[in-house]
């Protein structure tokens, strides 16, 4: 079984920053893709940014130059979140696309969400 663990997520002022993180764990034995979702009340869910194996990074028009998204290490992903607006509260989610043992294809997981609230 594939475990992702999210962290970091709260309350902050407009203007403020927060990092987030997710650590994967169990049985996988490749990471592709790493990445943060979002999804506002009333909203589908969203791509905020992304890192693929070799490191290129995919964002949000609505979040360039504000986030960054790093892969601390082969199973941990960071998303550091600054000049947050009342725009970015949503519960994020992590998202890795790799194989678990004993499957022959990739697949994507998911973390269970961190709420993420930013007051104006």
């Known amino acids: 079984q594939v475990q992702l663990v999210e962290s970091g997520g709260g309350v902050v002022q407009a203007g403020g920053s927060l990092r987030l993180s997710c650590a994967v764990s169990?049985?996988?034995?490749?990471?592709?893709?790493m990445g943060w979702y979002r999804q506002a009340p009333g909203k589908q869910r969203e791509l905020v940014a992304q890192i693929r194996y070799g490191g290129t990074t995919n964002y949000a028009d609505s979040v360039k130059g504000r986030f960054t998204i790093s892969r601390d290490n082969a199973k941990t992903v960071s998303l550091q979140m600054n000049s947050l607006q009342a725009e970015d509260t949503a519960v994020y989610y992590c998202n890795v696309v790799g194989r678990g043992a004993g499957l022959l294809n990739q697949r994507p997981y998911w973390g269970q969400g961190t709420q993420v609230t930013v007051s104006s």
């Open positions: 169990g049985s996988i034995v490749s990471i592709n893709d």
